[in-house]
C-alpha cells in the first residue's frame, strides 16, 4: 500500500470516528450519562463531557490537517 491509501484509510477512520462521537455527545447532562452509564468508561456525567468535548475538537482538528494535506498534495 502506498503513502495515499494509508491515508484515505487513516481519513475514512477518523471521520466515522468523529461522527460517532458527535452523535454520542448530549447537551443534556442526564441524557450523556444514561449513554454511558452501562460502560462505565467515566466517574461521572462531568467528566465524560469534558472527555468527549476534547476528543471532537482533536478529531476535528486531524480532519481539517488531513484536508489540508490533500488540498496541498492536489494543488503540486
Known sequence: MNNINILSILSIGINILLILVILIRSPNEQSLQENLDPFKFFESARKAEKFIDKLIGILT????????????????
Open 61 to 76: 482538528i486531524l480532519f481539517f490537517i488531513l484536508a489540508l494535506f490533500y488540498s496541498i498534495r492536489s494543488y503540486f
